[in-house]
């Protein structure tokens, strides 16, 4: 009984300290969102996010603050979090040959009006976040020049919406229940084991 007893306490233990799995989101967005280059500081608002539910947000894309570059056959690109003069061979978080202007996919309610919340760069120019809803909107936009004047932009950025996939999870009492039954199977078994055990040297 001891020993049945010491095992459902490691089984228990082992069913609180496992770690937490982390969050699955549904593979199709609910809501999808296009930034336009050409107006930037324009605010693209998302519908009203539930409070307390957990979202993803994926920002991909490219555009060009300067579409001449293109007809040049030169580089000037920029993605939800980084420019480039270059193609993308090299990248900077500010763009040193424009006074070290901060382009890029902007967020008031995510990122404080920055775009440093998309993390590091990603060669597929495609961005994710993680959040929980307050029950509002959440805003993106364009940072470009700080003022509301694009016409020599071109390109737009895409946000995509992800909900946390529902998963059904046991009632705690139910899981207990059953570490407690596997214990105690367990104990039941080694006790018997010991007994026929005994048996056998009585037999000797």
Known sequence: MVKSLSLFSAFLALAI?????????????????????????????????QNGARYKIEASGQYTPDFRFEQRGEFWSVDARFVSRDNFATQNDQDPNFSNFDFGLFSTALGGDNDDFWGTYQSSHIYSYEFIGTG?????????????????????????????????????????????LGAMGAGSALMRKKGQKSGDNNLI
Do not use: C, H, M, W
């Not at 296009?34 to 500081?41: A, F």
């Not at 004047?149 to 207990?176: C, H, M, W, Y």
């Open 17 to 49: 300290t496992s770690p937490a799995i982390a969050a699955t989101f549904e593979s199709t967005p609910f809501e999808t969102l296009s930034v336009d280059s050409t107006t930037p500081l324009s605010k693209v608002f998302s519908t009203a996010l």
């Open 136 to 180: 509002n909107p959440v805003d993106f936009y364009v940072n470009d020049i700080s003022q509301p004047s694009g016409g020599d932009n071109a390109g737009s950025l895409t946000v995509k919406i992800f909900r946390e996939q529902v998963q059904s999870v046991p009632e705690p009492g139910s899981i207990v229940g059953f570490l407690a």
